[in-house]
């Protein structure tokens, strides 16, 4: 792809974006040159599934102040103080020893991540992240991870749904998301819901995602 055909497909959905809904693009596997040009081509949120990939790429894009980095692969204990080094959103929170994990490290680092938490409506083997039962019991516990802004939910659907069903998941996260805040933490705005990828993102739109991940259709696939 040339740089004028990524300025266009950028330019093209952004386009098709409503205005409320704030664009991630994803860019694991992605090189810093074709970063740089996503940037000049408005971007500035990005996301990336890897530690040591995003270490190298941000030493590259030193020059570029204004990014926000955004973490949406899973995280492991051992690569969370690097994570949050690196990231200022982290959408892949999947677990309550990971949350509290973050929580000790950021007062340590003196940073407050934002945070979306993981979820998964149906079960999915292939996916980490939180039932809705699990999350709801695990709530006051992470309400007093008080170094971490919860922001909202994130979700990845499963493989192989028809649209309805997808949608029926990202429904399903809202309303999740909704019966988070009516317990009233202090600690959970819970306004964000990132959902959505290059296949579904129509759909999330529709069931009210604020948050869309997008890779292939910008950058194309990936090898
Ligand atoms: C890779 C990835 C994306 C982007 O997927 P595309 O289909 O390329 O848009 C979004 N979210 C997560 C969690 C991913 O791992």
Known sequence: MTSQQLR???????????SSVRLIAVTKTVPAEIIRI???????DFGENRIQETALKQAELEDLPDITWHL???????????ALQLFQW??????????QRLNSLAAELK??????????ILPDPTKFGWNPSQLLNDLPALNDCNNLQ??????????????????DVFNATKNLAKEVKLRNFINMPMTELS???????????????TMVRLGTILFGSRS
């Open 195 to 209: 959902m959505g990828m290059s296949g579904d993102y129509h759909l999330a739109i529709d069931a009210g995602a």
């Open 38 to 44: 996503a940037y000049a081509a408005g971007i500035r």
């Open 111 to 120: 940073v407050s991540p934002q945070i979306c938490l993981q979820v998964k």
């Open 72 to 82: 949406i692969g899973n995280l492991q204990s051992n690569k969370a103080k690097k």
């Open 90 to 99: 982290i959408h892949s929170v999947d677990s309550l020893a990971i949350a």
């Open 8 to 18: 266009e497909r950028i330019s093209t959905t952004i386009s098709q974006l409503p």
């Open 150 to 167: 919860f922001q909202g939910l994130m979700t990845i659907s499963p493989l192989g749904l028809n649209d309805n069903q997808i949608l």
